[in-house]
């Protein structure tokens, strides 16, 4: 719908220091001040503290970033800031100053008159933030109408001016729309416009990107900085990327169970973190920089639930360097400058932790090249069909269209691309679990294609699926033994007796313990049940295994864990992986080939390390560019190229090469004909004809 | 819109031709005999070739697929056929006790929404205090409530309040207000309490669970007072999901009034249905329950389409 | 021979007068609107092809008749078109005298022709025109030798014709009309009734107005009268709220109570007995009930005289008779009545014999199914009263309460055990009262199956005994006889209970909810 | 790797609480409901205990007596005693209510499950089906049922009653499974047991039925409530349960309907029984979808 929008900053890249920005900071007066400030919420379970002693300032024109995994509190600290949290439930003690008043302490009249005009906040779903029934334009009238007296016809052409600033196109016309009506990245440009509307002196943005594909998050987030920048707003950015936090912000906070651990510029923390957690976090994310060289290091275990948290350090249980003294509350003190870190031994960490730096490297397994593809898909395509109304004809959703793969045995293949361009698809095609419009799939030579539902049983036990929602994927009201015995008693893997030695095998195998057969999913922890996926997956000893974004879900640290687990199950059992994500980082790190997917077909192709190191495809491309990688000296440096618009309806796509309309390189050519996959290195196809 | 419009009005179709059919086939197996009745009414001794000869002069005696041809290209016509106690087409025995019940009916819509929709809100907005558990005490009751036994407390209460006792018989609204009112505010109250109940608690649920939704959160974030936060945007999203607890809950309004006409002797639909069926009249039990079926089909309709125009989401797409 | 013109105003002889005074010797007079309930609405307007009062007392004054009963002297027949009239001394032939200058509504005179082709129509209905009364005419031939004379001749000896001919439902049509169309009456009024036809709102009211060129002269007093058409539990309200003054078929006595307690002195009050009876009818296809001990035994479970002074305090259901109405000139006395099986005061004695009975033919835990309507007043009591007698002997009965359709259905087919049915006509004439005891054979609605033709020959010779003391003789045989075999037995005898606004005046009560409802006396004390 | 040390946070989740506990806790006012239902099964089940007459019994010497001493509701215009015959109209009620609420849900939810599973034509078939259904008022199809089944009595119950109001239930509870199954039927775990090559049957059996208990649950309740008011109006129609034994909704209608202007208390009771009854289980009800509904929970 908005493919003709073109971010407002066009390719710029970033080019002045983000130190300066800290020291101008330095000589004003903070706009934020929380002091000691903690938040409690009373349930029946007992009372939650969601943040405790959190103290952090911000300054005019700055960017400070909170980072955490989710429950971390940083997102009611925000709240609290605000005075959102629901009344009755919350108890919210410390300070909050914001230019100089207390915010605390302000009647909700006082406080009301402060929301939308000094401070404004943005959030994480652009879709559910906005007023379904409200049109664009009073929405983004309201805050105007409201703290700035202006009548009807003045606030909107502030609309229109707002509008445009943040580079949504046709403004007079949006102003009319309602929310569906535009898309996602549409609707958060909106969201900021609104944010922006009285000239805040402060935007609070909570997960501002995370519902959005990643080339509309990098869109979105240069404006944010740019606005920042341009009219010395301050904002807080809540995340728990640590690629965006690395990119853009000056100043970051890491927060662990409801805790500051660590707090310092961008630059340092990243350079050289301090507390254990904050080190173990960088070094558990996958890199898009570095290929599959080691593997990852992770924090083992999970947070603690704040219901009842561990005395003393919160991390204290998962911590490598734990000390009889971090059984009292490491205070948040400067280990450096502007640095500060809440861990008794910050000074030794940078020796402790070399020790640990052992990554086991060269974990590859080449493919072996000249084998047989134990999975070959060619000319696999796609379409739903779409009833029109009664008199319109039907028309197809072209999810996946004359996509050719193969992957050999003991292969991993990297297939990815934005939300909506048909890699899950693919991958229930894979399955069998819709049948595909053209095309075969050949699985161990056989084309599962066409073969009857009595004849896929076969199949299906050397195929296998893990999925991305831990939540939805166990049948709730089976215990984990059952959900694991289930495929084994069905297809009579194993001799009745023998089953539940089985199930407590696969439960160690995943790294899980064999009591927990006796438990519902719902007991377990998001980590715990991707597991308990994973040795479902396994219980009928699989050759091939999807995983459909099986890791997405996850937070950092936990990502790590099942990644290496997924990586060692696949030394161990010979397994196949077809591994679809949208985390490029994930995938480089994963992967042995990758496919990237746009609209339904495969543009590019390659090993994993040349396509990385070597994209052809301008789609690639961008996707690389638009990644950021979590390390503020590369970032600062990495050219970003933008790229503009969104992801067409699958509905009716652009003709000839579907990337045209957003392409930078883009030629009348380009809408002629589809492009086909060229070979432009050994095993590296390329579909562009500009590559 | 239009086509929504269109569309919607194309599906009801179907669905109308079905509930004919099914009426049809449902009521001709019915037992009993509409002739006996009418001819031994009180008693009299009437004989075997009598009966037959009232069924022949009724048409009853045709075979059943002929009876279906008749009525199907009756209806084809608008046409439900002639009743079989008083041989009048069942069109003009449904005209004449329209106007009553619906004007009870409209008035007990009218009850239940301008009652349900402040109450509900002041519930939800005083959630969890006296106010609101006295609110939701009242309207669960509503729900409890048998409507004619409400009417029967009704006219108890009158009658030893005022020893007054409602009229019987309808005078037009436009004729005697007075005298029309004093007539049919007594059964909309006594159906229009559960229907107000209904409404009130959905208006509630509704509306608590807007205010959990994330653009009242930005609303509150933008500055706008908890007054305007209500109108503006969180009751318009609230009333939806009522709009539609409205229609649906019209098919219990008819039920009510079937009943409840028989407790304040309104000359109403309802009250003829239930001759209608103890008479085992069999063409005007066809002709009802397809007038009611019908009416209900179209009552949800203008529901989905009113809901439609208030969403813009369906509006617009 | 019989010759009666009979005009004084006296107290109704049936009636008894609660609160209200004796109607004294008032002139009557002129003007105003009866307004009244009815509690069911006639199908149609067809007098001929219809057995309800609720057509009765809606059309009744829109129509005159041949002769009429009497509403003061009931059953006493009167002249009402006919002046007078003659019987031949074989009491074969009727001649009866018609009055001249009688005027039809719409202005055509009427005729000995009117009468005749009114007659013809009742005894041979044309096509598509329904007489349910037919067969109790078949015997007669109708000839009008004159504009003014109508002759009825018998084929076959036949007691009580004038009774037969002043029946409400014979209205007279014009004949002229029917030639034109022979179903006019269904959807037409047009006679020579005291009231001209105004209006009638389905579901909801019937007017009348009064027709100024009706042959009693200075008759009828009212300008009009209108009719609401209500459910029985309106009629309370309906009088207490003045909507309407009265309703003729006859209220329950809790009803009395309560327009007492609310209106005492503005409330006049008739009761008196009613040609109404509930009867138990025992299906004697089926075993136990082909057995006239079982049958006795069952009716001598029921207490009677108990059961008439509880019942008649909270229903309709009051006196306790056999087969002819108790009070009814050849109706079985009392002291003879008492000896019958069932009908014995002593209920204590009754029941112990009743459970012997049972005991001996093996029966000590019967179980049947009581079949009847589902209507309150007065099924419910007297299933519910029923069940609970036989409780007390040990008898478990389900009661099975249906629609008037389904249980007329099932009543035909035969399939019950014992129902619950009623007795009812416009006179006390043992043909019409006898109906529902003969064979299947003779009459449709004998239900009880039973083959005992007995009572069928009877029956026959009783009808065409025309002199009374003789036939007194046969009915209280017959009456006896029907008794003892059980094997239909009556439970209690209807009350008649009519209150209206004291204003009424000019209304007798008769023993029959059809009778005396030409208004044409009716005046209002205004 | 495989011998990780996941587990520390395994053992700080909440522990395995009694759900009945929680439920008091949680839901007070479903307690209260509960306790409501429970004295009406008291009743139902120990009636011959608890009511001191015979509700059958006629005894016109105490014909319409005032709620007293002798008689705690008063007696009926038969003497009968107002409150034995209600304890024993719990009976009735109850069986009614239950039976017809149980059998029209399970139908309901078996076609829904179908319906929302197999989709394509047969969930077309069935939907029109549904459809049609829905277009009548329930009171309205319950009678022409009654009318069209008549009266088929065994065990003391009234089967073609129970059939009767059961019906209307049917296409309301399959509309309910059919959105609850589309809802698993997009689970992924659904996929899984269909990538794992299990039966159509293993699949709705094991995987789907389980996880619409709680819809089930909470609708079989619901109706309980909509069936006790139904069954009332029909037998105050004449149309339900016959004279002379005892249900409330038929202690409000016919010759009843004559006396209660003089014997309020004939209308009084029976009518705050039902009320009574329909407002427990609509309390229950409610707690059970609050507590059961995951949507709602938090």
């Not at chain 2, 056929?81 to 005209?95: H, M, P, Q, R, Y």
């Not at chain 4, 039927?185 to 899984?192: E, G, L, R, S």
Request: with cysteine.
């Amino acid at each position: 719908m908005n493919n003709e929008v073109v971010s407002s900053l066009g390719d710029k890249a970033y080019t002045q220091p983000a130190a300066t920005a800290a020291v101008r900071a330095r000589v004003s007066r903070p706009v934020l001040e929380i002091d000691n400030l903690s938040v409690q919420f009373v349930t029946s379970h007992g009372t939650v503290r969601a943040v405790e002693g959190l103290s952090y300032s911000v300054y005019p024109g700055e960017m400070v970033a909170i980072v955490g995994e989710s429950g971390s509190g940083k997102s009611v600290s925000a709240l609290a800031v605000m005075r959102l949290l629901p009344p009755g439930t919350a108890r919210i003690q410390g300070s909050v100053r914001f230019d100089g008043r207390e915010l605390l302490n302000l009647d909700e009249e006082e406080m009301r008159k402060i929301r939308g005009r000094d401070v404004a906040m943005i959030f994480q779903e652009p879709m559910t933030s906005l007023n379904p029934v409200l049109k664009i334009g009073l929405q983004i009238t309201e805050p105007l109408t409201i703290h700035l007296d202006m009548d009807e016809k003045a606030a909107r052409a502030r609309a229109v001016e707002l509008l445009t600033l943040v580079g949504v196109t046709d403004p007079e016309t949006r102003l009319d729309q309602y929310p569906h009506q535009l898309s996602g990245g549409m609707r958060q440009r909106v969201m900021i416009a609104i944010g922006l509307a009285c000239n805040p002196k402060l935007l609070i943005a909570d997960e501002p990107t995370t519902a959005l594909d990643v080339t509309i998050q990098a869109q979105i987030l240069e404006l944010m900085k740019d606005l920042s920048r341009r009219l010395g707003v301050a904002v807080v950015i809540i995340t728990h990327n640590l690629g965006i936090v690395a990119r853009y912000a000056d100043r970051v906070n890491v927060m662990y169970a409801a805790r500051l651990v660590e707090s310092g510029t961008a630059e340092k923390v990243f350079g050289h973190a301090f507390h254990p957690y904050a080190r173990g976090l960088l070094s558990a994310v996958p890199r898009l920089d570095r290929g599959r060289s080691a593997k990852l290091a992770t924090i083992e275990g999970a947070p603690p639930n704040l219901l009842a948290p561990p005395s003393g350090c919160r991390f204290r249980p998962r911590c490598r360097f734990a000390i009889d003294r971090c059984q009292e509350v490491p205070p948040l003190e400067p280990a450096e400058p502007e640095h500060l870190a809440a861990c008794f031994r910050k000074h030794e960490m940078e020796m402790l932790d070399v020790a640990g730096q052992d990554a086991e490297t060269a974990v590859k397994v080449g493919a072996n090249g000249g084998a047989a593809p134990i999975l070959d898909i060619k000319g696999v395509s796609k379409f739903f069909p779409v009833r029109g109304g009664m008199f319109s004809k039907t028309r197809h959703v072209r999810a996946v269209n004359d996509v050719t793969l193969d992957v050999k045995r003991g292969e991993t293949l990297g297939l990815v691309g934005e939300s909506g361009c048909g890699k899950s698809t693919l991958g229930r095609l894979v399955l069998r679990l819709d049948d595909p419009t053209a095309g075969e799939i050949r699985f161990e030579g056989i084309d599962i294609a066409h073969l009857k539902r009595g004849e896929m049983v076969a199949v299906r036990k050397k195929m296998q699926v893990i999925f991305q929602d831990p939540y939805s994927s166990l049948n709730p009201r089976m215990t984990v033994g059952q959900i694991i015995a289930e495929p084994m008693r069905v297809h009579d893997i194993l001799p009745k007796p023998q089953i539940a030695g089985r199930v407590a095998e696969l439960l160690q195998l995943v790294g899980l313990y064999p009591y927990m057969a006796l438990r519902y999913p719902h007991e377990l922890s998001g980590g715990q049940r991707q597991r308990v996926g994973i040795a479902r997956a396994l219980s009928v000893n699989p050759r091939v295994i999807i995983c459909d974004e099986a890791v997405s879900a996850l937070d950092v640290s936990i990502q790590g864990q099942v990644i290496n687990l997924l990586e060692d199950l696949q030394h161990k059992l010979g397994l196949t992986y077809l591994f679809i994500a949208h985390d490029l980082a994930v995938v480089r790190h994963i992967s042995t080939k990758v496919a990237v997917m746009y609209l339904g077909r495969i543009v590019e192709y390659a090993p994993s390390d040349e396509l990385f190191a070597n994209p052809k495809h301008p789609y690639t491309k961008a996707l690389l560019a638009a990644a950021p990688i979590p390390d503020p000296v590369i970032e600062r440096t990495r050219p970003r190229t933008i790229i503009k618009g969104e992801l067409p309806s699958p509905l009716n796509p652009p003709s000839g090469c579907v990337f045209h309309p957003r392409c930078p390189l883009a030629t009348e050519d380009c809408k002629k004909a589809v492009p086909p996959l060229r070979e432009l290195g050994p095993g590296h196809p390329v579909a562009c004809i500009h590559a | 819109m239009l086509w929504y419009l269109i569309r919607r009005l194309f599906l009801v179709i179907p669905t109308l031709i079905g509930v004919a059919i099914a009426v049809f086939f449902l009521i001709r197996v019915m037992p009993g005999d509409v002739v006996v009745v009418k001819l031994r009414a009180d008693g009299a001794d009437v004989s075997e070739e009598m009966i037959q000869a009232e069924r022949k002069r009724l048409g009853l005696d045709k075979p059943l697929y002929m009876q279906f041809t008749d009525y199907m290209v009756g209806l084809a016509h608008l046409d439900l056929g002639k009743s079989l106690w008083t041989g009048d087409s069942v069109n003009k025995e449904i005209a004449i006790r329209i106007p009553v019940s619906l004007q009870i009916a409209v008035m007990a819509s009218i009850i239940a929404v301008l009652i349900s929709i402040p109450l509900g809100t002041i519930s939800a907005l005083y959630r969890d205090t006296w106010i609101d558990h006295s609110v939701r005490v009242l309207a669960v009751s509503g729900l409890a409530v048998p409507s004619f036994w409400l009417g029967m407390l009704i006219i108890l209460a009158l009658l030893a309040l005022f020893n007054w006792l409602p009229k019987i018989g309808y005078v037009p609204l436009w004729e005697d207000p007075i005298a029309n009112l004093s007539v049919t505010i007594w059964p909309a109250i006594s159906v229009g309490y559960r229907y107000a109940a209904v409404a009130t608690r959905m208006m509630r649920s509704a509306l608590l669970e807007v205010m959990r939704e994330d653009y009242i959160r930005t609303a509150r974030a933008k500055g706008v007072w908890t007054r305007l936060i209500m109108r503006r945007h969180a009751l318009r999203n609230a009333l939806l999901p009522v709009v539609t607890v409205i229609g649906l809950e019209f098919a219990f309004l008819i039920g009510g009034l079937v009943v409840t006409e028989q407790v304040f002797n309104i000359n109403g639909v309802g009250k003829l249905f239930v001759d209608a069926t103890t008479r085992g009249d069999f063409n005007l039990i066809q002709g009802l329950v397809l007038f009611i079926a019908t009416m209900f089909i179209f009552v949800n309709l203008i529901v989905d389409l009113l809901y439609a125009w208030l969403d813009p989401r369906i509006r617009l797409s | 021979m019989l010759r009666t013109v009979l005009r004084t105003v006296i107290a109704s002889t049936a009636a008894l007068l609660v609160g209200a005074g004796i109607a004294g010797a008032q002139t009557p007079k002129k003007g105003g609107t009866l307004n009244f309930g009815v509690v069911a609405e006639p199908p149609n307007y067809d007098c001929h092809g219809s057995t309800t009062f609720a057509l009765v007392h809606p059309i009744a004054p829109h129509y005159s008749l041949l002769v009429k009963f009497d509403g003061k002297e009931y059953p006493k027949v009167i002249p009402d078109l006919a002046e007078s009239w003659t019987v031949s001394p074989d009491r074969m032939t009727y001649t009866f005298k018609i009055r001249t200058g009688v005027k039809f509504h719409d202005g055509s005179p009427l005729t000995s022709e009117d009468i005749k082709a009114t007659y013809d129509r009742i005894i041979n209905p044309p096509q598509g025109v329904v007489s349910i009364r037919k067969a109790y005419y078949a015997d007669l031939v109708v000839e009008a030798p004159d504009p003014t004379t109508v002759v009825f001749k018998l084929k076959n000896p036949m007691a009580g014709v004038l009774e037969a001919l002043a029946s409400p439902f014979n209205c007279v049509y014009s004949a002229a009309k029917l030639k034109e169309n022979p179903r006019y009456p269904e959807t037409q009024i047009m006679g020579s009734g005291p009231f001209a036809f105004v209006q009638h709102v389905k579901g909801s009211t019937w007017e009348g107005k009064r027709f100024d060129g009706y042959f009693r002269k200075g008759q009828p007093y009212l300008d009009g009268y209108k009719i609401f058409f209500v459910k029985s539990g309106g009629v309370v309200p309906g009088i207490l709220g003045g909507q309407f003054d009265a309703e003729f078929r006859g209220r329950n006595p809790s009803e009395k109570a309560q327009l007492l307690e609310k209106m005492k002195d503005k409330l006049t009050v008739h009761e008196g007995t009613w040609v109404n009876n509930l009867m138990l009818v025992f299906n004697t296809t089926r075993k136990p009930f082909d057995d006239v001990k079982v049958r006795q035994a069952l009716s001598m479970a029921i207490d009677r005289w108990g059961g008439s002074d509880a019942l008649s305090k909270i229903s309709i259901l009051k006196f306790v008779g056999g087969v002819m109405r108790p009070g009814y000139s050849m109706s079985l006395p009392e002291a003879e009545l008492v000896k019958l099986p069932g009908y014995s005061k002593n209920i204590n004695k009754s029941r112990e014999e009743a459970k012997k009975i049972l005991e001996q033919a093996g029966l000590k835990d019967l179980k049947f199914k009581l079949l009847n309507r589902n209507i309150p007043e007065p099924y419910t009591p007297a299933g519910v009263y029923s069940i609970d007698q036989w409780r007390r002997i040990g008898v478990t009965v389900e009661h099975e309460q249906l629609e008037t359709k389904l249980y007329q259905e099932r009543v035909a087919k035969g399939d019950f055990d014992v129902a619950v049915e009623f007795q009812a006509d416009f006179m006390d004439d043992p043909t019409a009262q006898f109906s529902k005891f003969l064979t299947k054979k003779l009459s449709p609605s004998g239900y009880s199956g039973h083959t005992d033709t007995k009572i069928d020959e009877m029956y026959t010779k009783q009808r065409q005994t025309m002199d009374v003391a003789e036939r007194t003789k046969i009915v209280r045989e017959m009456e006896r006889y029907a008794l003892t075999q059980a094997y239909n037995v009556p439970i209690l005898w209807w009350q008649r209970i009519i209150m209206y606004n004291k204003k009424i005046k000019g209304w007798y009560m008769t023993p029959s909810h059809y009778l005396w409802q030409d208004l044409s006396t009716v005046w209002l004390d205004q | 790797m495989a011998t990780v040390a996941t587990t520390p946070s395994a053992d700080a989740l909440p522990k395995r609480a009694n759900p009945l506990w929680q439920f008091i806790k949680v839901q007070p006012l479903g307690v209260f409901g509960l306790l409501i239902i429970l004295l009406y099964v008291v009743c139902a089940l120990g009636a011959k205990w608890i009511a001191p007459y015979d509700p059958e019994a006629i005894d016109f010497a105490a014909m319409l007596a005032k709620p007293g001493e002798e008689h705690l509701f008063g007696t009926d215009q038969y003497g009968r005693d107002v409150f034995s015959r209600i304890v024993y109209g719990a009976r009735t009620a109850l069986a009614v209510g239950i039976l017809s609420s149980m059998f029209g849900c399970t139908l309901g939810a078996l076609l829904g499950a179908a319906s929302g599973y197999f989709g394509g034509r047969i969930d077309n078939a069935i939907q029109r089906v549904v459809d049609i259904m829905l277009s009548f008022p329930i009171i309205v199809l319950a009678m022409v049922v009654v009318a069209v089944l008549g009266k088929r009595a065994a065990l003391g119950i009234d089967w073609n009653l129970i059939a009767a109001i059961a019906l209307p239930i049917i296409p309301k509870m399959a509309r309910v499974a059919r959105s609850s199954t589309l809802s698993i039927v997009a689970m992924p775990f659904i996929d899984a047991a269909r990538a794992a090559g299990f039966s159509h049957k293993r699949i709705i059996l094991r995987h789907i039925l389980p996880n619409i208990v709680a819809p089930y649950l909470i609708m079989v309740t619901a109706f309980m409530a909509q069936a006790i008011l139904l069954e009332a109006s029909l037998s105050f129609l004449g149309l339900g349960v016959t004279e002379p034994t005892p249900a409330w909704g038929l202690m409000l209608s016919g010759t009843s309907a004559d006396f209660y202007q003089t014997a309020p208390w004939m209308i009084l009771f029976p009518g705050a029984a039902i009320t009574l009854a329909v407002f427990a289980f609509n309390l229950f009800g409610d707690s059970l979808r609050d507590w059961l509904d995951p949507k709602l929970k938090s």
